[in-house]
């Protein structure tokens, strides 16, 4: 099991024109990286522009991304029971998103580490 968490920071007034559709290509993009399988979508629009909160329930657990438009900042993260997290195509996604300033990711190995627990 891994979890990687990043923080994304923007330009200003970047987050307000991705919306829902642009983060949701976003985290089809990753999961598409990671060969994983998106089972079902939600998503929440806060009625401010850029403030969304968008969740996949994956096969092999769950991606979700928040977003703080005032502070210019997204918070992301990726679950996985499966196969560990390669982030190198992740980064390179955020390299080419418009408007990121820089990011920090971190991956963290989570649950037994002994599979006979």
Not at 11 to 29: N, R, Y
């Amino acid at each position: 099991m891994e979890h990687m968490t990043i923080d994304i920071w923007f330009a200003d007034g970047v987050l307000e024109s991705i919306g829902i559709d642009g983060w949701d290509g976003f985290m089809q993009e990753v999961c598409d990286s990671q060969g994983m399988t998106v089972l079902n979508r939600c998503s929440h629009d806060f009625g401010k522009p850029g403030a969304i909160t968008s969740l996949f329930l994956l096969s092999t657990s769950h991606t979700s991304v928040h977003t703080w438009p005032e502070l210019r900042y997204a918070a992301f993260d990726l679950f996985t029971c499966g196969d560990p997290i390669s982030p190198t195509p992740i980064h390179s996604i955020l390299d080419g998103m418009r408007g990121v300033m820089h990011y920090k990711s971190k991956t963290v190995r989570r649950g037994p580490t002994n599979a006979s627990i």
